[in-house]
């Protein structure tokens, strides 16, 4: 019996293991991922779809006014912004103000990145109205950066020290332009 509980663990760990490998380079998801809100601010639900794309990559297709019925792939979206997510998607949800919240990055990774987007609806046009950047890497240390494109602040923070601000000035990135490269340059890499 004693033998039998000290192979357990293995076995546990060896199916983890295959498990991982087998979804390694996919999304957390194999289906178009959908969300309701209120992303304009007009008291008609909306509907925010994450659809897998190529790799880790997905596209994000925002239909205002679709409501929460059955999702209809078919009609036209109100905007999609291809490859939203550059990596794993690892949240996609609506916060208490009506924005839609993207996460993506890899954590448990040797590596660990964590890029989260704000999206908003303003005066007819999503943009980013956030743009968060977490790391935990052997390269770079660890740290945080964040942008609240819609006040025109950043801060920065660095293994452990004082979060400081960022000098520039800040202002909303149609979603439709928004490019994650140029935002972690921002941040100092």
Known sequence: MRAFRSIIPAIVFALLAMTLAAHAGVPWFDEPKDITLDIDND?????????????RAADLHI??????GLLDLSLKPSIIK??????????????????????????GCSNDTVTTLTIVHRNGTFLVGGYTYAWET????????????????????????????????????????????????????
């Open 43 to 55: 008291g008609k639900l909306d509907r925010a779809v994450l659809v897998p794309s190529d790799g």
């Open 82 to 107: 291809k490859d939203i997510t550059a990596n794993f998607t690892l949240a996609f949800e609506a916060n208490k103000k009506g924005s839609l919240v993207v996460s993506y990055g890899c954590g």
């Open 138 to 189: 052997r390269d770079f240390g660890a740290g945080t950066c964040d942008i609240n494109f819609l006040t025109g602040k950043a801060t920065l923070a660095k293994d452990g020290g004082k979060t400081r601000p960022i000098k520039g000035t800040f202002k909303p990135v149609k979603l439709a332009d928004w490019d994650d490269e140029r935002h972690v340059k921002v941040c100092g890499f």
């Open 63 to 68: 239909y205002l006014g679709a409501g929460d």
